[in-house]
């Protein structure tokens, strides 16, 4: 594993909101969706994108873009769940464009995600990890329940945040709810 200097990283990057009613950051999410959905069926992938745009509505769910040196490279979905592991944060979807892996910007964009679910009153934080993605997950503290989804035969990983470290980036100040753009910045 090389090294990265994440420093650098933070002050190229910014955390960039979707909300529904604005075309270009849903425009944004819909073509990155798309790429991470490609082994879909088109009708397949069209209609689990636009569920997750309706769900933007609901309390408690960020639909997030990471914007690197001016380009797209990746979104998140989260929320803090109220049905299996109430209270905790759920990252459900979570993607990095293939060409800015391995570049320390998933590490970047789980710690601004990781301070605006502290912020938010988020203790633990839970997921459900493919193959490919249980090495960048466990690089990150997640350790695996024994748990498989029932649903997609996924791992179930788990973290806890209340011994993160906060990391230097300035955290999320209110609520996200009630943000359009956040922009990272090292101190």
Known sequence: ????????????????????????TVSVFLSLGRDYLKALPHEERERFLKSILVRQ??????????????????FTHVKIDNEERIGWGF????????????????????????????????KDVW??????????WH??????TGELDRETGQKVM????????????????MKTSQIVDYHSEFM
Request: glycine share 4%.
């Open 91 to 122: 990252i459900l979807e979570f993607y990095i464009v293939p060409t800015r892996r391995k570049m320390g910007l998933g590490r970047t964009f789980f710690n601004l995600v990781a301070d605006m679910l502290q912020a938010n009153g988020v």
């Open 57 to 74: 509505e609901e309390p408690d769910r960020w639909l997030l873009l990471l914007r690197y040196e001016n380009k797209y490279v990746g």
């Open 1 to 24: 594993m090389k090294d990265v200097d994440n420093s650098k990283i933070a002050i190229r990057t910014e955390v960039v909101y979707v909300n529904k009613n604005d075309p270009n």
């Open 158 to 173: 788990a973290k806890s945040l209340t011994y993160t470290t906060k990391t230097k980036y300035i955290s999320f100040a």
């Open 139 to 144: 690089s990150l503290g997640f350790k695996s």
């Open 127 to 136: 997921l459900l990890a493919d193959s490919s993605a249980e090495s960048f």
